[in-house]
């Protein structure tokens, strides 16, 4: 790997090893990276995604993505220029194939559209323009994480909100035995100073929310 996925800087050092990848981070941005040789091939990863059941019937799996669109809403909700509810339109980007999440919005009056990659792949949607989109364990999964955040800022309106769900690097040591890691489909790990670098980097506001999600505000 010659460049940081995010920032393209080329000062990339090792950061672990196990025996079956190798880390390294970016020393301006700080992302932790698995070099591409260790990248599964759409098929593979389609196929492991495939084991995964999240259906809204799930209460558990609802409440793990209440941690994100709670406060999300909470804070689309409270922005006087939207209006009611019924103004705002957001989208779930990596939804995933039970979509849950635009249901949970429903339920409050609040219209989230769905795209994903391999289930609901509708490339009109890339080229809207949303109030909020929210990303719940997605962005640890995409490799060109330059091109991702530029889609996103490209398609997020003025004043609108960005939500991220991902477990966050707390350091080297915890890295060893953080279980995180082991997903084979998990090849980019961002740190609150990763996003810390990358609100300076676009003139975001970075708020916070939770050990695994923060949001950006874009100006």
């Known amino acids: 790997m010659s460049q940081c996925p995010l920032c393209l800087s080329a000062d990339l050092q090792a950061f672990h090893q196990d025996k079956k990848r190798h880390y390294l981070q970016c020393q301006q941005c700080k992302l932790v990276t698995v070099p591409a040789e260790y990248h599964l091939c759409e098929a593979d990863e389609k196929a492991f995604y495939d084991l995964h059941d999240n259906d809204v019937a799930d209460e558990g ?22 209006g009611d509810a019924s103004d705002i339109i957001g989208l779930d980007f990596g939804c995933g194939e039970g979509a849950v999440l635009s249901q949970m919005a429903a339920k409050q009056g609040v219209k989230v559209m769905n795209y994903d990659l391999y289930y609901h792949n509708d490339p ?38 960005l939500a991220i769900m991902t477990k966050r690097v707390l350091g080297q040591a915890e890295f060893v035995n953080w279980h ?40």
Do not use: C
């Not at 060109?144 to 609108?160: E, F, N, R, V």
């Not at 084979?184 to 916070?208: C, D, K």
């Open 61 to 82: 799996y609802q409440r793990f993505l209440s941690r994100t669109l709670t406060p999300l809403l909470d804070k689309v909700l409270a922005n006087e220029s939207h």
């Open 124 to 161: 009109s949607l890339l080229a809207l323009q949303f109030d909020f989109i929210s990303m719940t364990e997605v962005i640890e999964h995409v490799h060109d994480a330059k091109a991702l955040i530029t889609q996103l800022s490209a398609m997020l309106k003025a004043g609108g909100t």
């Open 180 to 219: 995180y890691k082991n997903d084979p489909t998990h090849i980019n790990f961002y740190s609150e100073a990763t996003f810390e670098w990358l609100a300076r980097e676009l003139g975001w506001q970075l708020e916070v929310i939770g050990k695994d999600v923060v949001f950006f505000t874009k100006p």
